[in-house]
């Protein structure tokens, strides 16, 4: 059984740019989630998708958005790059969110 | 809110010496807990999680979790620490709803293996 599979697994961006990350669930899966991790502020959440519909989300600018497709597929963009919004950007997805996620290997995000 | 705790944040034990890494939570119900280990560069693998019954879970690579709800605590166990067990741990903690759709997570717990 595949996976969570994040691509691009390394990206280097430029200030003031926008960036998108693509997060491809286990098979099945329905429920997508997204965190962000850094030195500094550790594991934080960004937003869960269900079903296509955002279901929750964490206390980020409204720079970072997201999306799920009808696949389960989910994207989440970042849109006028900041140094800060360096990190590793990690998806997780569920069949079932009472039993836990399966995070896949991150995007490492570089901000220049 | 709720919130995790993870006092310890880099712990060096010696190769076949026995682990506790320490969680404890805020939450207002029944939480679910879980316990993720990350190798550098990587994601978050699912060692053990706790939503109800037992109060000792076992989970994958020798690893077992007790939950105190007395001590609001979550630790992490492990009778003999191999070298491979090198890593940061997370513990977390997720609503218990119909939807425990966000996981609060703290800070991580370095573990450093001697030989």
């Known amino acids: 059984k595949a996976g969570v599979t994040q691509t691009p697994r390394y990206l280097i961006k430029t200030r003031g740019q926008q960036v998108t990350l693509s997060c491809s669930p286990i098979s099945g899966h329905r429920s997508v989630s997204w965190y962000q991790q850094t030195p500094g502020q550790g594991l934080q959440f960004l937003f869960e998708?269900?079903?296509?519909?955002?279901?929750n989300k964490g206390n980020f600018p409204g720079r970072f958005s997201g999306r799920q497709f009808s696949n389960s597929r989910s994207e989440m963009n970042v849109s006028t790059l900041e140094l800060g919004d360096s990190a590793l950007y990690l998806c997780a997805s569920s069949g079932d969110p009472n039993r836990g996620y399966t995070f896949g290997s991150g995007t490492r995000l570089t901000v220049v | 809110a709720q919130s995790v705790t993870q006092p310890d944040i880099h712990i060096t034990v010696s190769e076949g010496a026995s682990l506790e890494l320490r969680c404890n939570y805020s939450?207002?119900?029944?939480?679910?807990l879980f316990w993720y280990v990350q190798s550098p560069g990587q994601g978050l693998q699912l060692l053990l999680k706790y939503f109800s019954g037992d109060t000792l879970v076992q989970g994958i690579k020798g690893f077992e979790a007790e939950f105190k709800r007395s001590q609001s605590s979550f630790n992490l166990r492990k009778p003999s620490v191999h070298w491979s067990d090198a890593a940061e741990y997370f513990c977390?903690?997720?609503?218990?709803?119909?939807?425990?759709?966000?996981?609060?997570f703290g800070t991580g717990t370095r573990l450093q293996v001697t030989l």
């Open positions: 977390a903690v997720g609503a218990a709803t119909g939807t425990a759709s966000k996981l609060t």
């Open positions: 998708y269900f079903s296509e519909t955002q279901r």
């Open positions: 939450y207002g119900a029944t939480p679910y």
